[in-house]
Nanobody, 115 residues
């Protein structure tokens, strides 16, 4: 049984930084890609950042230049460094991983950015 465990997030003032990590366990196969989606109240869930096992990254336009995703294949772990945070970044951030043909989801971590 695959589990994704998220850590990090929290509360910060605009312009500050937070980080997230997501660790997969119980997977018998390698991770194709891993990343985060976020959902703010009243808004659609959106892809924030994603990294493939080969190291290729994708970012939402709204976070380019501010967020950096990295991964450690050996540890089945991804990291998201979030800098220069803005109030509009406030959301619950859900880790997502694709393993073979199945998507798995973390429990979500709150990121709150005050103005």
């Amino acid at each position: 049984q695959v589990h994704l465990v998220e850590s990090g997030g929290g509360l910060v003032q605009a312009g500050g930084s937070l980080s997230l990590s997501c660790a997969a366990s119980g997977n018998r196969f390698s991770i194709n890609y891993m990343g985060w989606y976020r959902q703010a109240p009243g808004k659609q869930r959106e892809l924030v950042a994603q990294i493939t096992s080969g190291g290729r990254t994708n970012y939402a336009d709204s976070v380019k230049g501010r967020f950096t995703i990295s991964g450690d294949n050996a540890k089945n772990t991804a990291y998201l460094q979030m800098n220069n945070l803005k109030p509009e970044d406030t959301a619950v951030y859900y880790c997502n991983a694709r393993i073979r043909v199945t998507d798995y989801w973390g429990q979500g971590k709150q990121v709150t950015v005050s103005s």
